[in-house]
């Protein structure tokens, strides 16, 4: 459960600097919280932002981490907040928690919570049995597993059944599958080398069908703030991490309650958000996944709009009530890249872009992202497909098939 605190620290580390946590960074530093940002490679953007120190670690898991991250906390007169924005992040604090809370002050949901709903399997069979609506969904184990999908409506989504399978990048994070046919042919190899795989019904509908309400509930049970907001575009499409999103004030009084219900039965505590679908046929939301003990990708849209997650999630376990400052933008979008377009139909309803790396006040992580990384990464992708055959089908794996 919670690590609790009678001395606290009006600091805050936030582990991983990519965009989510540059996000975290500018939300924490607009409150005026002195922030440190730990990544493992100076390629991080959150690394480059003027409102946070930096520090870099040799890895994000195993005794490394752990041993880096004590020697952090050692340079700290009391414990900071901590805030973790990458998956393998959380289960390296929940499985080390009790060594870390000597050193940092966090909220986390017991180890069993954070394992059960990591895994989709477990966060499907919780939903059932509690009454929560998901889509259906099958966990393949083996090959010969796929044949249960053979009166599946399709098309389905593939998704490995632990996210941390698709950090190393092996692993597709979520692939579409058009027939049982395509089923087999994607998942084989994968399955063959141990990887649990959860085949999930596919909801009708656009990427602007997609919603989430993110949140941050205190260790007894009390919610410092919640955010509702909307996909307006995905990348890649249909099954990525979200590209571009903005407020959906029409959906809160439908979405928080049913999350927040969701949170109490699951006893989940901590930094986290559930994402939704909107089946416009059944004319109904239903559950896709979860995000256990972290921010989201696109946390920062709720400090855009007024609503500091992290600030309050940090004032709060002080026993501070947050004040909202700054002005909350309307109509605005948060973006992930400046390459992001908005599908013309969905223009009308946004006033406002926001570029997740680039601010005039911040101008230090878009300029290392947009003219230092992303230059230096086109160009080793270029090489490899020089040096590979033509592009061939992909597998859930990633394996080329003839």
Not at 170 to 177: E, F, G, N, S, Y
Request: aromatic residues 8%; hydrophobic residues 40%; glycine residues 6%.
């Amino acid at each position: 459960m919670a690590t609790m605190r009678t001395s606290f620290s009006r600091e805050a580390v936030v582990l991983g600097c990519s965009l989510n946590g540059l996000g975290v960074v500018r939300s924490l530093g607009s409150a005026g919280i002195r922030t440190t940002v730990v990544g493992t490679r100076y390629t991080g953007a959150a690394l480059w932002s003027r409102h946070a120190s930096s520090r870099l670690i040799r890895s994000y898991t195993g005794d490394d981490f752990v041993e880096d991250m004590v020697a952090l906390g050692k340079t700290f007169s009391q414990p900071p907040a901590l805030f973790l924005t990458l998956e393998e992040t959380v289960h390296s604090v929940s499985e080390n928690r009790e060594e870390l809370s000597k050193w940092f002050r966090f909220t986390l949901p017991d180890r069993s919570c954070v394992e059960d709903l990591s895994d989709k399997s477990t966060f499907h069979r919780f939903c059932l049995i509690h009454g929560f609506p998901v889509p259906r969904s099958v966990v393949l184990e083996t090959p010969q597993d796929v044949e249960m999908l053979a009166d599946f409506t399709f098309p389905c989504v593939l998704k490995p059944d632990d996210k941390r399978a698709a950090l190393s990048g092996k692993i597709d994070r979520a692939v579409r599958a058009d027939t049982l046919a395509d089923v087999r042919e994607r998942v084989s190899s994968t399955l063959d080398a141990g990887t649990r795989i959860v085949a999930q019904e596919w909801i009708n509908g656009p990427d602007s069908n997609i919603y989430f309400t993110l949140f941050y509930r205190s260790s007894d049970g009390r919610v410092a703030a919640a955010f509702t907001g909307r996909k307006l575009s995905s990348e890649p499409v249909n099954v990525g991490s979200t590209a571009i999103c903005v407020a959906a004030p029409e959906a809160r009084s439908v979405l928080e309650p049913i999350t927040l219900d969701f949170a109490e039965r699951a006893n989940l505590v901590g930094m986290a958000s559930m994402e939704y679908k909107w089946d416009e046929s059944k004319k109904q939301f239903f559950m896709v996944e979860p995000t256990i003990g972290r921010t989201d990708w696109q946390e920062e849209i709720a400090t855009l709009c007024g609503t500091n997650i992290p600030a309050a999630a940090f004032f709060h376990d002080l026993g501070i009530p947050l004040i909202q400052g700054g002005v909350a933008l309307e109509n605005v979008a948060w973006r992930a890249t400046i390459s992001e377009v908005l599908p013309s139909h969905l223009r009308s309803s946004v006033s406002r872009f926001v570029d997740g790396y680039f601010r005039w006040d911040d101008p230090l992580p878009a300029l290392q992202h947009y003219l230092l990384v992303n230059p230096l990464r086109r160009l080793m992708i270029t090489s490899g497909k020089r040096a590979r055959l033509p592009q061939q089908k992909k597998s859930f794996g990633g394996k080329a098939i003839g």
